[in-house]
């Protein structure tokens, strides 16, 4: 498997397994409405959102999708899983291309280090772990709010043979 391949089934379990959370917040009515988990999914989402823009030459908005919850946030989420696949399937894209991110000076600012020259694959496994890392506090809400958080995890998603996201 090389590196677009590798990118490519990371992104399929990517939204395989949001679809797999969405489906356990919208099944729980506590989850659903609760402001925490709200937020926290909107942040997921926004943060992908913004990496897909910038892959695209696109202007960034740090406020989309600001208010939306629900359904509604779902839909709006769910846009950005088929640009991705689209833009990480074109063989005339080059992963391993420099990708210049915006808010690269802020982060610069605060941890006091000029960051390096990042690539489309490296900001793509950034998008698929900072997802990872917020899925498993989402999990824990869930969890708190008597839901039932499903086994969402990438040996998971291989066992069931890679199956599509299955959107409620």
Known sequence: MNLREFLIDQFRHLEWADASVWQA???????????????????????QRLFFTVWRGDTVDFQAGQGLRGRQLMAWAREVYGQARTRLTDPAEDV????????AQQVAERLGFEPSVVTLADTAAQVVAHTAHHRGQLMTRLRELGGNPPLIDFIAWAWRGRPEAAWP
């Open 25 to 47: 917040v919208l099944e729980s009515e506590r989850a659903s409405t609760d402001e925490a988990l709200g937020e926290r999914l909107h942040h997921i989402h926004m943060v």
């Open 96 to 103: 391993n291309r420099p990708v210049a991110l915006p808010w």
